[in-house]
């Protein structure tokens, strides 16, 4: 293992850090490996795999956050991931992670808390039931998205909480996707630009960003576990 961080390590992932932000980032890798070593949060382990894998691909969707978002959600978020980076860059907005497995959030919010990230509070529940309660329906201005499923099941569990003209950043690898668009459509959203972007270690990395654009069907999403036991296809819907 010859990695070696530097301070500017996550400079090209989004802009040029300050150094309180790196500080913070350095703070964010301390505690989550502690958090870690007591329960399985993320597989990722090694020092260089946080802060590439977690840190610097968290912030290659940074340039899709505009000014005037304000509520961020970040759904499937796990160990945190990735609400954690982006939060440190915006402390302005408020960011929600949000997993079904509570023990998952409580470690998180220490993590956050233990980090001097203020700007984070997190959901427990499951995406099917909190996105058809008034509470978070069409709440929130951006809803993040990363490892959590397949592109169909996070379109119908992710849409349900956007406002409309919000977006989800949907953090991929760089795999095709047959349908993308149509399917994108059927939901109510236009996807409105893919980046490819690599980490430091070349690995291909991409972000959707899909803007809503009418709101979402009241049959989205369905009950618990059909989204993943029948995904949506384009026969689902009428055109
Ligand atoms: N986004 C994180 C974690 C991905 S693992 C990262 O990129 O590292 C996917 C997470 O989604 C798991 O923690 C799991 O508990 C959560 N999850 C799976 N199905 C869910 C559902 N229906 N509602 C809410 N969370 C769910």
Request: overall charge neutral; aromatic content about 12%; proline content about 5%.
């Amino acid at each position: 293992m010859n990695f070696k961080l530097s301070p500017n390590f996550l400079d090209s992932a989004f802009r040029k850090l300050t150094k309180n932000e790196f500080t913070s980032f350095q703070n964010l890798y301390t505690n989550f490996v502690q958090k870690n070593s007591e329960l399985n949060l993320s597989a990722i382990r090694d020092e260089q795999g946080i802060w590439e894998k977690h840190f610097y691909d968290a912030l290659l969707g940074a340039e899709f956050i505009s000014d005037s978002d304000a509520k961020i959600l970040d759904l499937g978020s796990g160990g945190g991931f990735p609400a954690f980076p982006l939060a440190i860059v915006f402390p302005e907005k408020k960011f929600f992670p949000f997993d079904s497995v509570g023990k998952k959030m409580k470690a998180a919010q220490e993590i956050a808390q233990k980090s001097g990230i203020e700007n984070v509070s997190t959901i427990v529940g499951r995406a099917e039931e909190l996105g058809q309660q008034q509470k978070y329906r069409e709440q929130f201005d951006v809803v993040t998205v990363r490892a959590f499923a397949s592109f169909s099941v996070c379109l119908e569990l992710a849409f349900p909480f956007v406002k409309v003209d919000g977006k989800i950043l949907l953090y991929r690898g760089p795999e095709s996707e047959d349908d993308a668009e149509l399917l994108t459509e059927a939901f109510g959203g236009f996807l409105r630009n893919r980046k490819v972007g690599k980490l430091p270690s070349g690995d291909q990395r991409e972000i959707w960003e899909i803007v809503k654009l009418y709101p979402t069907e009241k049959r989205f999403p369905r009950g618990n576990g059909i989204p993943k036991s029948m995904p949506m296809t384009l026969e689902g819907f009428e055109f």
